[in-house]
């Protein structure tokens, strides 16, 4: 098996710059073998990683090198394969605990009959944090450590007591449902200037409700009459309780589809900006069509460019629901 170790030295006494290099071969799944020396499974992403990382510490006034060494000693494979998973374990179970406590939080308050507005959008938020942890864990598990599969069980398991506390609570008023067929080859109306949930449920409804749609984007005093609003204040295809009106819509039109569930996720961490799913790509997401929308300046170029953007995303949740 092939190994990569970077061996660096880092000539500052300055403690940021060093905790900074911890922190990054933290993140890319490196473990200390020796004194000042990482090591990571060989492969192409995980060379850049290291090339990257050498060139920061070098940046810093340091030393850096990475080797690659084949090892044809298979208890040393092991060993090397035992540190890693180790390493993995620690922070399964670290994790495992934190999803423990959530549970805990959430068998009191259904026991107390407390389930308030503010502390399931606060548990939602913790376990969906759990699950972004879970995920950036998984991604650097190389060689599978023993805890991965029950604490992806637990924070399942997890989730599924947070739906049940959802159901001890007041629901929100759910909105009235429609039949696709009869919105067919309508307009609809927006604010102009459109950013993130209003271009995203454009893009719904051409993709998934209106094939034939035509869009006006005005100012909120111009809308016409005679146009079907959404994402304005005050009409029913909009913002309702917690929901953006992407949300709004998926329901209205009782939309089932995973991929665009997490598409929904992603839009609403953005618009709501209470990361109540904490999607990793929404930083990404909004920076994109905050500047798309600030270079055109033209609201139908912002959604033909937008909706590619969006049919590459969208292909890519759904394959990597398939995966799952």
């Known amino acids: 098996m092939k190994w990569l170790f970077l061996v660096h030295q880092i000539k500052t006494l300055n403690s940021r710059e060093r905790v900074k290099v911890w922190r990054l071969t933290k993140k890319v799944g490196a473990v200390l073998y020796r004194n000042s020396v990482y090591v990571l499974p060989d492969g192409k992403e995980r060379n850049e990683d290291f090339q990257w990382l050498c060139q920061q510490i070098r940046d810093c006034q340091g030393e850096a090198s990475v080797f690659v060494s084949a090892s044809n000693d298979q208890k040393e494979n092991r060993t090397l394969k035992a540190l ?5 374990e620690f922070e399964y179970q670290a994790l495992g605990k934190l999803a423990e406590k959530v549970s805990q939080r959430i068998h009191r308050a259904i026991d107390e009959g407390q389930v308030s507005e503010s502390l399931r959008k606060s548990l939602s938020k913790e376990i969906a944090h759990l699950e972004l942890t879970f995920f950036e864990i998984e991604k650097i598990d190389f060689f599978g450590a023993p805890s991965k599969r029950k604490v992806r069980t637990l924070i399942g398991r997890t989730k599924e007591e ?3 506390a959802d159901a001890t609570a007041t629901p929100s008023p759910a909105p009235a449902h429609h ?4 919105f067919r080859r309508q307009t609809w ?3 102009k200037n459109i950013h993130i949930d209003r271009l995203c449920s454009a893009w719904l409804i051409h993709k998934f409700i209106d094939p034939e749609a ?13 146009a079907i609003p959404f994402d304005v204040f005050g009409v029913e295809f909009s913002h309702h309780g917690e929901d953006c009106t992407f949300e709004t819509l998926l329901k209205s039109f009782r939309i089932k589809d995973k991929a665009l569930n997490s598409l929904a996720q992603i ?9 109540k799913f904490e999607r990793p790509e929404a930083a990404g997401v909004d920076i994109v069509v905050r500047s798309l929308s600030d270079s ?7 959604l033909a460019v937008g909706s590619v953007m ?7 949740l759904a394959k990597e629901k398939v995966k799952q």
């Open 267 to 275: 839009i609403h961490d953005i618009d709501m900006k209470d990361h």
């Open 214 to 226: 035509k869009f006006i984007f005005a100012a909120e005093s111009q809308l016409p009459k005679n």
């Open 296 to 302: 055109m300046q033209d609201d139908h170029k912002v």
């Open 179 to 182: 039949d696709r067929k009869m």
């Open 310 to 316: 969006l049919d590459a995303l969208y292909s890519r």
């Open 162 to 164: 947070m739906e049940s």
């Open 189 to 191: 109306v927006t604010r």
């Open 84 to 88: 890693f998973n180790r390493t993995r």
